[in-house]
């Protein structure tokens, strides 16, 4: 057989697109392991769950989707690209509503802490980014770090919904296209 096993081919890309972010929740969880900051730690745990969520998550999508080896690679590039630019957005100071959303979703967590349900529940806009915040600080912990990356994980997960949206509206459309049109954006 040329080139090997089809399993054998396919075990080999998966392995290519899955080392960079195995590598990363390796770096998560030794942040964990040696970090005395309670903040970083939060983060390294949420980054490192997400991760292992993702792994199981994106195999199961993509094996059952016609073009489940490119929604595969593209689900780990947007992974990566997203935390790519996170981690620009910390670096160049371009977080000026993440602290604002930092800021009241602690107050929140220390109302619910306190058994208060929060002012802005049932708000819409802006008011539900805060609920939602304050909710998980009070469920993982104060992480702003840790609380980002989830928002950026909620994030691919809605895009890959749009996906898999086209995919049942339209059967006959190009998938590839979509695909890197939604998950690239």
């Not at 730690?41 to 490119?70: K, N, Q, T």
């Amino acid at each position: 057989m040329h080139g090997g096993s089809a399993l054998g081919r396919f075990q080999r890309s998966v392995d290519l697109k899955v080392a960079p972010l195995l590598l990363a929740a390796a770096l998560a969880i030794a942040v964990v392991l040696v970090s005395n900051d309670q903040e970083t730690l939060l983060a390294g745990v949420i980054v490192s769950a997400l991760v292992l969520v993702s792994l199981v998550l994106f195999w199961s999508v993509s094996r059952g989707d016609p073009d489940g080896r490119a929604l595969l690679g593209i689900l780990w590039m947007s992974f990566a690209l997203k935390i790519g630019a996170l981690v620009f957005r910390f670096h160049s100071g371009l977080l000026r509503d993440a602290w604002a959303y930092d800021s009241r979703g602690r107050f929140i967590a220390e109302q619910l802490a306190r058994g208060v349900w929060p002012e802005e529940f049932g708000r819409l806009g802006s008011d539900v980014i805060r609920v939602l915040t304050g909710f998980a600080y009070y469920t993982f912990g104060v992480t702003f770090n840790g609380v980002s990356v989830l928002w950026l994980w909620f994030g691919l997960l809605g895009m890959l919904f749009f996906y898999l949206a086209f995919s049942t509206a339209f059967p006959g459309g190009d998938r590839r296209l979509y695909m890197v049109l939604v998950f690239l954006y």
